[in-house]
């Protein structure tokens, strides 16, 4: 009788939880909504969105990227391409129509902008996670994504305070693809890189498994939500970094130092509510919807603490740093150079994901060396 009881009150208690999860997202979406604005609202649903997209349906862009490297298995990189390519089909004649309205994740290709996205593509691998698999990776209850989330923070900020001086090193003027031609140009280097990775792939796994044709076109759809909304693309480093920001001038610091904090722009978003900055409510989104997928699968973040050595954690934190300094360097990480970079046709996006590919090789290696590989 006991066990009957057991069974029947599991199932009630599930759907309470359920509701309960469903409510919590719709209420904090409202309350932005009514106290800040309808469209603050619409980016953390959208941020929202790419949270559950992204750990419901196990996809994310560190992952794929070692499959290939290790396993040959290219299925992940050309869900990624997908998404772009439908991405840019929206994109790319939009800002060519409403220049004014509607702006580009458009940066100069540089000496710092290659060495960052190399490094980056080092560091995310040593803790699985770029820039919004971190935020997932946290939100879920990740050990990994929770420690090296807030260094992440800490080094995009770091790497935003310096990032004036880095980009005189050396650099091109911004290279953009434009109309129907920069159009047709991305649409065919992304299906030339795709053919690419399905020809280097191992037989028996080119197909692309459902969910990841499911997640790319979510994805993409939420992608371009965002540019319509925000009238800029998906975006994760910027807002991390901001929260630093506005922790120091909370706690007396002048980032009059710097060239980029102390800019009118930057300084009125570290002045502002948090609530106001499109880029911190898809990252909040994030953090939440990969949080409310954990606690609907299992009722709570039930992850175990790993049996990694302590220099494992050491490295998680400088991994961390690395990420955040470097993405700032490179003009953004995976969401933001990558996936948003290539989507509305700047040329920094193809050079961002060509370094940090072959970043991605040096962080394979280093990850086990600094005992990070599954003990548990």
């Not at 309470?16 to 999860?21: E, G, I, P, V």
């Not at 420690?147 to 911004?174: D, R």
């Not at 290279?175 to 991305?186: I, S």
């Not at 919807?289 to 009722?299: C, L, M, N, P, T």
Request: proline fraction near 4%; include cysteine.
């Amino acid at each position: 009788m006991a066990l009957a009881e057991g069974i029947e009150a599991r199932p009630a208690g599930q759907g309470t939880r359920r509701a309960a999860l469903l409510l919590g997202a719709l209420a904090a979406v409202a309350a932005v909504a009514l106290f800040v604005g309808a469209r603050y609202g619409l980016m953390l649903a959208i941020g929202l969105g790419f949270g559950i997209t992204l750990e419901g349906l196990r996809f994310g862009f560190a992952g794929p990227w070692r499959a290939m490297i290790l396993r040959r298995e290219p299925a992940g990189i050309l869900a990624q391409l997908l998404a772009i390519g439908l991405v840019s089909v929206v994109a790319i004649p939009l800002l060519s129509s409403h220049a004014g309205e509607l702006s580009g994740a458009q940066a100069p290709i540089g000496w710092a902008m290659i060495g960052g996205a190399f490094v980056f593509g080092a560091a995310m691998q040593v803790v699985l996670g770029c820039g919004s698999g971190t935020l997932v990776n946290a939100g879920s209850g990740n050990p990994i994504g929770l420690v090296a989330l807030p260094f992440f923070a800490i080094g995009s900020f770091a790497g935003a305070y310096g990032l004036i001086w880095w980009t005189g090193l050396g650099a091109l003027p911004v290279l953009t693809l434009r109309g129907g031609f920069g159009l047709g140009v991305t649409l065919g280097a992304l299906a030339l890189v795709a053919g690419l990775f399905w020809a280097l792939g191992k037989p028996g796994s080119r197909r692309l498994p459902a969910r990841y044709v499911v997640a790319a076109v979510l994805l993409a759809a939420l992608g371009i939500a965002n540019l319509l909304v925000a009238g800029q693309p998906w975006g994760v480093v910027y807002g991390l970094g901001l929260w630093v920001a506005k922790g120091a001038v909370a706690m007396g610091a002048d980032l009059g130092g710097s060239a980029f904090w102390a800019a009118p722009g930057s300084m009125e978003r570290v002045t502002s509510s948090l609530l106001t900055d499109y880029t911190s409510l898809t990252d909040l989104g994030l953090i939440a919807g990969a949080f409310g997928v954990a606690a609907w699968r299992s009722g709570g973040l039930s992850q175990k603490l790993p049996r990694y050595p302590a220099r494992a954690w050491v490295a998680t934190i400088v991994a961390g740093l690395l990420l955040g300094y470097s993405s700032r360097l490179a003009f953004g990480c995976n969401v933001g150079a990558f996936f948003s970079g290539i989507s509305t046709g700047s040329l920094h996006g193809w050079v961002w994901f060509a370094a940090a590919f072959a970043g991605a090789f040096v962080g394979i290696r280093i990850r086990p060396l600094v005992g990070l590989e599954a003990r548990t």
